[in-house]
Each structure stands twice: as C-alpha cells, then as structure tokens.
C-alpha cells in the first residue's frame, strides 16, 4: 500500500513538471513540496516498523525470563566441611606433647596434646593416699562401737537398781562423745574423697582432647610453646562426615528453589556426581552479588569427598530421586588418600 502511494505520488510530480500553464517557479516550489512530504512519510514508515520489531523483542526476552527455571542453568560452588573446629586447651601453660599430625582422624573424647601436669600429678598422687587413710576413722568406729555396748549393759543393771546412776550417765555420755567422733571422722574421710576427685579432675583439664570426631586439618602450637588465655588453640580439626556444598545463585533465579528440591552436584576433582537435596536457603540476599546462598549436604562417610574442591550444581526436576549416590572416583582409591588413618602412614 506505501509503495503504491509512492508511485502515485511520482506520477503527480511528472504531472506539475510538464503542466503548461503553471509559471516555472511554481512548479518548482510543487515539486520540492511533494518531494518533502514523500521523504517524511518514507522517515515515519520505518521508525514505526522499527519500533514494532524492538517491541516483539523485548516481550520474547521478557516471556523466555518468566518461563526459564533454574533446572537450566549451572551454578558453581564450593565444598565445605560441615564443622571447622579450633581445638584449644582449658588450662594454661607449657605445652608438653603434641599427639596429632596433619591428616590425623581422631575420635570424640581422643587425647591430641597434654600440658605440663607434674604439679598435678603430684597432688593427684598425695590426696589418693589420704583417701585410702582410714585409721581414724576405724578407730573412731571402735570406740563408738565399745560405747553403744557398755551402755546397752549398764541400762537394765541401772533399772533394777544393780548400777549406780552416775555410771550409766557416764556411760551414755561417752556414747555421744563416740559417736561425734565418728561422725567427724566419716566427713574427713569423704572430704580427702571429694579432694582426690578434684586433682584428678584438675590433671584431666591439662589434656587436651577431641570434642568429635574428625581430621586433623592444621597443627597451631608445637611441644615447648606456652599456651595463654589470649591463644588457647592448639590444632584445627575439620568434621567431613558430612560436607556442605556452598552454592551463590543471582536472586533472579531462585523464586523456583526450596528446601528438598533435587539437585544434582558434579565434583571436578573426581570427575563424578552426586544426587541430593537443598538443605537450606540463606535468610537474606548478598547486597554487592545480588545472589542468595543455597546449601547442600552431602553424605561423606567413606571419606572420597574432599573439602575444598570445586563443584557445579544442576538442579533437577521435582519428580526426580533425590537419594544419594555414592561417588566413585576415576583418579583415586576408594578411601581419601589424604587422610591418616589410625595414626599411621598415609595411604595410597
């Protein structure tokens, strides 16, 4: 239709060139009119079909963003431990022995170094002898025992007449002195108890120990060093029982992810996958990233995960099993190489 206008237009201009009665001027000025009003209307035919393609753009880009779901991406992250934890003594003083290297796996309650106890043990030594000092207290339960006898005896006799009063008062006196003597003797004997409980107690807090089990990941102090209140660590110990996949995903991808959602983790130091599920979301969005922190934990009993390594998550969809695989590595053992086991050599 535009074109068809255009040629009709060019058909009125050769028309005003080769009309005789119009003065030449005038038929110039016609012309340069009618050549004006074509370039115009040609300038406002293309900017509305620009405009009207710009438009259709904007809404597909605008209608692939509301469909996409997070299931088509890739996000990277990092492989976590589940605890990081700074294993420090109780007690100050010189460090005595260090029982632990780096890649040790140590139980809860597992002794990883000792300060100096000689004081300690000495007193434990010295109230473990009180405690067993129980002279006093038999001799005490002697003379109690002599006493509630002698008064027994003298009870009948003084009520048929057959002892003098004053005796079984003497008596019964010496009873109650017997008998507050024992009582004396029986506390002193559960106090040199509760004393010995106490240094045992005190020589215990001069071994440092393992609160769970875990890897040695960093020795911090070596045997001579003095421990002070202001730095009581002595080793890092790492829990990777249990590892954590640490995921920032832009905010503008997460309307879709909830806890329990099916995700799908691929190592890059081993090469393989591991199905599982988010753990949780992170409460608030990171300001300068603009994403959101998605965790995910990861089973690692066997210990053929490492901490540390980089990974990438995929989510899956809501129908697909979430229960987890147990990676097999390409390059590795089936047991970490890089972790001590009993204290010994390194395996490989």
């Given amino acids: 239709m535009t074109m068809t206008k255009f040629y009709t237009i060019q058909t009125l201009v050769r028309h005003l060139m080769q009309s005789r009665g119009v003065p030449r001027f005038r038929r110039i000025i016609n012309v340069t009119i009618i050549n004006v009003t074509l370039t115009t209307l040609v300038v406002v035919v293309v900017v509305v079909v620009t405009a009207s393609v710009g438009t259709t753009a904007v809404q597909a ?105 004053d005796e079984l008062a003497r008596a019964e006196t010496e009873l109650r002195v017997s008998a507050a003597r024992y009582a004396a003797a029986e506390e002193q004997f559960q106090l040199r108890q509760l004393e010995l409980q106490r240094y045992q107690l005190q020589l215990e807090r001069r071994r440092v120990r393992s609160p769970m089990a875990g ?93 540390g390594d980089r990974c990438t998550l995929r989510f899956l969809p809501d129908n697909a099993s979430t229960v987890q695989q147990n990676p097999h590595s390409q390059s590795r053992s089936a047991s970490n190489p890089y972790i001590r086991s009993n204290h010994g050599a390194t395996t490989r």
């Fill in 61 to 165: 880009e605008m209608q692939s963003v509301l469909v996409r779901t997070p299931s088509q991406d890739l996000y990277e992250g990092l492989i976590e431990p589940k605890h990081t934890i700074m294993i420090a003594a109780s007690e100050v003083g010189l460090l005595e022995s260090l029982d632990v290297e780096v890649g040790d796996r140590v139980s809860a309650g597992e002794v990883v170094a000792r300060l100096d106890d000689a004081m300690q043990q000495s007193a434990v030594r010295i109230a473990t002898l009180q405690s067993l000092m129980t002279g006093e207290r038999d001799a005490t339960k002697a003379e109690l025992d002599f006493s509630q006898s002698r008064a027994q005896k003298l009870r009948p006799l003084a009520a048929n007449g057959m002892a003098r009063p």
């Fill in 215 to 307: 890897v040695i990941s960093r020795v911090l102090r070596k045997p001579g060093e003095f421990i002070s209140p202001g730095e009581p660590s002595v080793v890092q110990m790492l829990v990777v029982d249990q590892l954590i996949a640490v995921f920032n995903i832009p905010v503008e991808d997460t309307p879709e992810i909830r806890v329990g959602a099916p995700v799908r983790i691929f190592l890059r130091s081993t090469s393989t996958k591991v199905d599982a599920a988010v753990t949780s979301l992170a409460p608030e969005i990171e300001g300068e990233s603009g994403t959101l922190q998605v965790r995910v934990e990861l089973d690692n009993a066997e210990g053929r995960m490492l901490a």
